[in-house]
């Protein structure tokens, strides 16, 4: 337990797990006049695809493509997940991209690299794959 220095009196602190619950906030310490920010880490929802049994793809590593027509941003484990979401939206590339730990951003296209004319669409990203002519079956 903290006292004041001036009355000796208990102040009152937050444990960190109230310090999470908070969305987004500040908080002053009339004390030390130092403001304590805190933010909760947002929760990701996605949605369970059935796994399909084989796809076959092109890959290119290290690569991310930029099209027009993105169908569908999700968070996925692995790049099964993502080929079999694929599958499912009927898409016909994807990215996949690192982000923390196990977890990957996996978006997903309705168009392709071969459908531009220009070297614009794709960027140099070394934790990432692109995936292209994707073709599942159950």
Same mark, same amino acid.
């Given at each position: 337990m903290k006292f004041n220095k001036n009355s000796n009196k208990p102040v009152k602190s937050k444990s960190k797990a109230a310090e999470i619950e908070e969305l987004s906030? *500040?908080?002053? &310490?009339?004390?030390?006049?130092?403001?304590? $920010?805190?933010?909760?880490?947002p929760t990701t929802t996605t949605t369970a695809y059935? #796994? !399909?049994?084989?796809? *076959?793809? $092109?890959? #290119?590593?290290?690569? /991310?493509?930029?099209g027009d027509k993105l169908i569908k941003k999700l968070? /996925?484990?692995?790049?099964?997940e993502c080929l079999s979401a694929c599958h499912a939206e009927k898409c016909r590339s994807a990215n #996949? !991209?690192?982000?923390?730990?196990v977890l990957k951003t996996c978006e997903l296209y309705k168009d $392709?690299? !071969? &459908?531009?004319?220009?070297?614009? /669409?794709?960027?140099? &990203?070394?934790?990432? /794959?692109?995936?292209?002519?994707?073709?599942?079956?159950e």
């Open positions: 906030g *500040e908080e002053e &310490d009339p004390i030390t006049n130092t403001t304590t $920010s805190t933010t909760q880490i059935k #796994l !399909v049994k084989y796809c *076959e793809r $092109s890959a #290119l590593y290290q690569t /991310v493509f930029n968070t /996925v484990t692995n790049a099964d #996949l !991209v690192h982000q923390i730990g $392709s690299v !071969v &459908d531009f004319r220009r070297t614009d /669409v794709i960027t140099f &990203d070394p934790g990432a /794959v692109y995936f292209d002519a994707i073709k599942c079956y």
